[in-house]
Structures are given as structure tokens and as C-alpha cells.
């Protein structure tokens, strides 16, 4: 009925014919076979490719004025507290549950940002501290006991009764713990050359990191500086060196709270990881010894460990995840369109967050998502198509060897 509908039906139906006793050849029909099997190869490959994206990838517009410094995000992932660089100075900005993201206005000079899920903290300029509830949209000033002239806050982290800072006058960075509204003495490192750049709260005291700015020849650049602080009752902080070493300096500490895995004693209390390294802290103050040099790291920028314990890193060659124990990471293919140049990262709620250079893009990253249905149902694709390639390779060599005689 269809082909009568056409003006020029002998044109249609010709090479129809020609085909199908092409096809019906028993002479042709290997070749057909072989022909089929090349054909659904490429759309298999195709397939495979892209199977092998990343689910669970979203990214969204964030009309931040600049870079993100530093972001804390709220328990339920929906608000944050963030350092944003902007015009060379820094700026407080908060995120609504909406998405929307605004300035805070603190009548101050921030410089830094810590604290945890449930309460953010500020530092600035002079000395300045403030608090905030997770969510709100007010921060209140607090007025802290300083042994002395107030000086600048470098870096903070702790909670609301007690804490630990970095703080700097002229070119003397001293660390101190906060109690209530009292400050302790600071606590300078014996070598001069080590310059202290971030402190974060772990079980049992604190881990600092910083850079040395010696250049040892037989050794190279030692930017590899990893301390620990431990409270003094009677005055300024103690610090001990955990860690000295050749290469990139390191930039990021993950407080572990909880264990990982179940232990009796020395247990992993945090991670630090740098530009071409990822280390374990035990709380016998043991350093490298669940973790390496990790493959694949070299130029890393950002790294973050999601609520399975997986580790999250963005380095020059890509994105990797790996499970720590690993021997090596995982390149982790990303949907197309998605930005490159990924820094900042964050857990927001149950997910593993992460901001372009420029801070204009939110990449958002469900790690429960390769564990999904879709992802299931990926994997069963892929053992279908393997099953089909060898049902064709099957059937189209047993037809070979049947028109040459061999079967």
C-alpha cells in the first residue's frame, strides 16, 4: 500500500529486491554477517564510551563576583558560608536554600573562615571574630581576649567554646587556642624559614600546615610542612613537626572524626594531601603510613573525601576518585560541557562539590550515583553488548568456515 502511493514505484522496489536476494544469498550471507558485526562493534564502542561517564554529574551557573577561597556548607548541603575573592579583597557571602548567593555584611576585613556544619566562625583583619548558626543570615561579633595587640587571623577552625587560630603581626605568624573568649600566647616554630598557613581541629589537638622557604640543593624545594599543636594549660600552644619534605606545598586537611575502618588504637584522624601528594595522619601522630605519593596526583589543586570514605581530587590530568588503600586512583570521565578547571572542593550534604577557577560554575557530584539503578542497569548493557559481540563472532565464523568446507 505504501510503495503504491509512490510516483515511481519501480525505482523503489528495485533495489529493494536487489538487496533482500543479496541478502538471501547463501554465497553473501557471511559477508552480511561480517558486515553486521562491524557495524554494531562501532555502536558498541559507542556504547561502552559512554557508559563510562560519571552519573550523577550536575552543573549549574553560580554568579559568584570571583574565586571561592574557602566554603563551609550547612548539614543538609542547602546553605553555605564562603570566603570569595573579589577585586583582590575578600568578601563574606552566604547561600541560601534557594541557590541564591548574597554578601554579609560584617563591618569588617575577613581573612578567614572555619568551624563546622552546624556553626560557622570568621576571621579578620585586627583581630576581628565573628559567629553565626548554620543557615542564618546574621553574624555576630565576638570580642576576644588577646594577650596582647590584637593581630591579624591567617587561618581558623574550631567550635563556639574553644578553638585554634593562626593569627599575624607584621611578618610573625604564632599559633594560639581559644577558650570562652581567652586566647593563649602564641606559639611561634623554631625555624624561621617554615611560614604556617592553615590550621584545622582534629581529635587530640590540631594539624598545621605551611611551607619552607629554604631551597636545600641536595634536597630541592622542602614545601612538604606538616605540624601538630597540643594545648598548653600554663601558655603558648606546643608544636612538633610532624612532617618536612621536597615538593609541592600541601594545601588541604581532612578531619576524620570518626574512624574509617574499625581500630583499637592508631587510628586515621585526618588527611592531608598537596600538589603531588596524599598523606594519613594516625592518632599516634604517625604520618604516611596509611597513605602515599599517590599516582596520577601531580598538580593536584583540590582534594575531598566523601561520606563513604572515597577520596576526591582534581589534578592537571583530570579528575580521580579512590577508595583509600588503593594502590592507584581512577580517572573519572565527566559529562560533556563540564568545566576543567576545578577547585574548591566541598561536601554538601551527601555531596562532593566543586567550583571552576573563576567561581562562575558549580560542579555537584552524587557518589551514591555509581551505585544506582542507572548505573546497575549500565552495567548490565555492557554484558549484553559483550554477550552479543561474541554471539555474532560465533555465527559469522561458523559461517565462514561452512562456505570454505572446514565445518
Not at 68 to 79: Q, R
Not at 140 to 152: E, M, Q, V
Request: hydrophobic share 40%; net charge negative.
Amino acid at each position: 500500500m505504501f510503495f503504491n502511493s509512490l510516483g515511481h514505484r519501480g525505482t523503489v522496489t528495485n533495489p529493494l529486491e536487489r538487496l533482500f536476494s543479496f541478502v538471501d544469498s547463501p554465497s553473501e550471507r557471511p559477508w552480511v554477517a561480517m558486515g553486521a558485526l562491524g557495524i554494531f562493534i562501532l555502536i558498541g564502542a559507542s556504547w561502552v564510551n559512554q557508559a563510562q561517564v560519571l552519573p550523577g554529574v550536575s552543573t549549574s551557573d553560580t554568579d559568584l563576583p570571583g574565586p571561592v577561597v574557602d566554603i563551609i556548607w550547612s548539614e543538609d548541603g542547602l546553605h553555605a558560608f564562603a570566603l570569595i575573592e573579589n577585586d583582590g579583597a575578600m568578601d563574606l557571602m552566604i547561600r541560601s536554600n534557594t541557590g541564591t548567593w548574597s554578601s554579609l555584611e560584617c563591618n569588617c576585613n575577613a581573612t578567614a573562615i572555619g568551624g563546622s556544619n552546624d556553626l560557622w566562625l570568621a576571621g579578620g583583619e585586627g583581630g576581628w571574630f565573628g559567629v553565626m548558626i548554620a543557615g542564618d543570615t546574621n553574624i555576630a561579633p565576638r570580642s576576644l581576649n588577646w594577650p596582647g595587640a590584637a593581630p591579624d587571623i591567617v587561618s581558623l577552625d574550631g567550635h563556639l567554646t574553644s578553638g585554634w587560630l593562626i593569627a599575624e603581626i607584621a611578618t610573625t605568624r604564632t599559633v594560639h587556642s581559644w577558650t570562652g573568649l581567652d586566647v593563649s600566647e602564641g606559639a611561634t616554630y623554631a625555624i624561621e624559614d617554615i611560614i604556617l598557613d592553615e590550621i584545622e581541629s582534629v581529635t587530640g589537638g590540631a594539624l598545621i600546615i605551611g611551607h619552607d622557604q629554604t631551597n636545600n640543593p641536595a634536597q630541592g624545594l622542602s614545601s612538604e610542612v606538616l605540624l601538630e599543636a597540643g594545648r598548653n594549660s600554663s601558655g603558648p600552644p606546643i608544636l612538633t613537626m610532624l612532617h618536612r619534605g621536597a615538593g609541592a606545598p600541601l594545601h588541604t586537611i581532612i578531619p576524620i572524626d570518626s574512624p574509617l575502618t574499625d581500630c583499637i588504637q592508631n587510628c586515621l584522624i585526618a588527611i592531608v594531601g598537596g600538589g603531588d601528594s596524599i598523606y594519613g595522619v594516625t592518632s599516634d601522630s604517625t604520618v604516611g603510613k596509611n597513605m602515599y605519593r599517590v599516582s596520577g596526583s601531580i598538580g593536584m589543586e583540590t582534594l575531598e573525601m566523601d561520606r563513604q570514605g572515597a577520596l576526591w581530587f582534581h589534578s592537571e590530568n583530570g579528575l580521580y576518585n579512590m577508595q583509600i588503600g588503593d594502590q592507584n586512583p581512577t580517572l573519572v570521565k565527566l559529562p560533556d560541557g563540564t568545566p576543567s578547571d576545578l577547585r574548591s572542593a566541598s561536601m554538601a550534604g551527601e555531596n562532593v562539590v566543586l567550583f571552576s577557577e573563576d567561581g562562575q560554575s558549580r560542579v555537584t557530584i552524587d557518589p551514591t550515583a555509581q551505585h544506582s539503578l542507572l548505573r546497575s542497569l549500565s552495567l548490565l548493557g555492557d554484558l549484553i553488548l559483550v554477550l552479543t559481540f561474541v554471539a555474532f563472532f560465533g555465527f559469522g565464523g561458523h559461517a565462514l568456515l561452512r562456505k570454505h568446507g572446514v565445518v
